[in-house]
């Protein structure tokens, strides 16, 4: 039969239509999962220096890490307290990749002896510097200053005089914001809030805010600077804890009622091209202490997690936001956590519906208030933690902390039990392990050395299923059964044998006939 070669090419047409619209929803879903659950940083902690006491700021501009904070000395890796200390007076700067401390050391002195905030010039040519002190090695300054990210130096030229603590900075190529107890800066009324241009001049922005700033993040492609504290009033309007000001006056954009419960305050801001983040501590019932998510554009709400524990910092970095707080009783967000009574101290979320990944490194409360982590950067792939903590993944680390891309700890091997020996039948069970970056795990049995079977599970360190293995042996043989379980990466050692004597037939029918 001839076939007629127009419709041939139809029927060729419509297929090749077909694969493509089919193509093209694979790949959409593909995409959507990925942007659901993206990858994380590894949960296993790199070599990182110590602080004799808290961080509360980082920073970091062209490969390096500033850590601002209250504390006298730093320490190597591994290093025990009092042991190869070396002099820092409340600031140190490392090398972002290798951790390395670097020369760069300015004492911040006086006052309350400490740096509350940090961030460096959209060019990386200065790291503006706030908090409570007076000098900076032998000079005379005001809570506030600027240090030449070359050469590490004090800038002669920006010197504002602020009546009190810093707690906030953020920078444009513009302006320099600074945000948090203080009522004047430069001998002039600002309340809470002031603006200086780089080289120091205090610019006209002007708004007047009743309680301390503690966050701050410029959006100067929305001509908008969202500001977040203790507050309730802004420009005479009340604004509880959230407000967006205009970047060039001060005059308020946009206030978010209802999005802060009172006794709630906002401790971190942060953004991304289109959306920006604030999270939250509270004290006392009906509180909120997770995370928001809202649009750069027109400020309304993207999403809203419900986990407690007062959350001090936020970092949106390749499709996950990573916070610092103690959550705790997660349960109504997705990929969440009931309440158990105790405190998972470091986070990561989809940025796109705030589910929470796979990612649990965990510190413990430390020093001080007893929170935990109080700061993060991100620089050359490297996530860098700063807090009170003393512990991280149960192992003594004090005040600092980093994770990159490497994963490096397998899980622990379970123990092995007997749970069913009947003639040429062994049924073996054991509780699933669970592994801080990897949900699903692979447990390899091996039986006289042998492999003989492969199981795989996913797991949380709140969620871990009992597991069961039958292996079909012969009747009135003698085994030995280990375990090993692998992330995929790494693999534990093998858990201590387990032996079993398997009943013969004969044994089985004596033991059940009749007495």
């Keep these: 039969m001839r076939l007629n070669k127009f419709r041939t090419k139809r029927s060729v047409t419509r297929a090749a239509v077909t694969t493509l619209v089919c193509t093209a929803a694979l790949l959409e879903t593909s995409l959507a999962a990925a942007a659901d659950s993206p990858g994380t940083l590894t949960a296993d902690p790199m070599a990182a220096w110590q602080t004799d006491g808290i961080v509360w700021s980082l920073a970091s501009a062209n490969g390096v890490v500033y850590v601002g904070g209250t504390f006298d000395s730093v320490r190597p890796p591994g290093a025990a307290p009092g042991q190869r200390e070396v002099a820092r007076r409340n600031f140190a700067a490392f090398d972002a990749v290798t951790g390395k401390l670097l020369p760069c050391a300015p004492s911040f002195t006086g006052l309350s002896r400490t740096v509350r905030a940090m961030k460096a010039s959209p060019d990386g040519r200065t790291l503006y510097v706030g908090g409570s002190f007076n000098r900076v090695g032998s000079t005379g300054v005001a809570s506030a200053v600027a240090i030449k990210t070359a050469g590490c130096s004090l800038r002669q030229d920006f010197r504002p005089a602020v009546s009190a603590t810093v707690r906030a900075?953020?920078?444009?190529?513009?302006?320099?914001?600074?945000?948090?107890?203080?009522?004047?800066?430069?001998?002039?009324?600002?309340?809470?809030?002031?603006?200086l241009s780089p080289k120091g001049t205090l610019l006209p922005f002007k708004a007047d805010i009743d309680r301390p700033v503690r966050a701050l993040s410029a959006a100067p492609s929305h001509g908008r600077i969202f500001v977040g504290g203790d507050f309730e009033s802004v420009n005479g309007r009340s604004a509880r804890s959230l407000v967006a000001l205009n970047s060039t006056s001060g005059a308020t954009l946009l206030s978010y009622p209802g999005w802060f419960p009172y006794q709630s305050s906002v401790k971190a801001l942060a953004r991304d091209t289109t959306r920006f983040y604030a999270g939250a501590e509270g004290h006392g019932p009906g509180i909120f202490d997770g995370r928001i998510a809202g649009r750069l554009t027109n400020g309304t709400m993207v999403w809203k997690d419900t986990c407690r524990g007062a959350t001090q910092a936020l970092v949106p970095y390749q499709g996950v936001l990573y916070s610092a707080s103690h959550a705790h009783d997660c349960a109504e967000t997705p990929g969440g956590f009931p309440e158990r009574g105790d405190r998972q101290h470091l986070l990561a979320q989809s940025l796109t519906n705030r589910k929470i990944l796979h990612w649990f490194p965990d510190t413990d409360d430390g020093l001080g208030e007893h929170v935990g982590?109080?700061?993060?950067?991100?620089?050359?792939?490297?996530?860098?933690?700063g807090g009170e903590f003393t512990k991280v993944n149960d192992k003594p680390q004090q005040g600092l902390t980093r994770f990159g891309s490497r994963d490096t700890g397998a899980p622990k091997v379970p123990a092995l039990a007997l749970s069913g020996n009947a003639s040429g039948k062994v049924t073996l069970s054991w509780r699933a392990s669970w592994d801080r970056d990897d949900a699903s795990l692979t447990y390899r049995i091996h039986r006289d050395g042998k492999l003989v079977a492969r199981k795989t599970k996913s797991s949380t360190y709140w969620d871990r299923p009992?597991?069961?293995?039958?292996?079909?042996?012969?009747?009135?043989?003698?085994?030995?059964?280990?375990?090993?379980?692998?992330?995929?990466?790494?693999?534990?050692?093998?858990?201590?044998?387990?032996?079993?004597?398997?009943?013969?037939?004969?044994?089985e029918r004596t033991e059940g006939d009749p007495q």
Aim: overall charge positive; proline content about 4%; cysteine-free.
């Design 466 to 507: 009992q597991m069961t293995y039958t292996d079909s042996v012969s009747a009135g043989a003698r085994h030995r059964y280990t375990i090993e379980v692998t992330d995929g990466t790494n693999t534990s050692s093998k858990s201590a044998p387990l032996t079993v004597t398997v009943p013969s037939r004969a044994a």
């Design 373 to 385: 982590p109080r700061a993060m950067a991100v620089s050359r792939n490297v996530l860098w933690v």
């Design 169 to 195: 900075i953020d920078t444009t190529s513009s302006a320099v914001y600074l945000g948090g107890d203080f009522g004047r800066v430069n001998g002039q009324v600002r309340n809470r809030i002031a603006a």
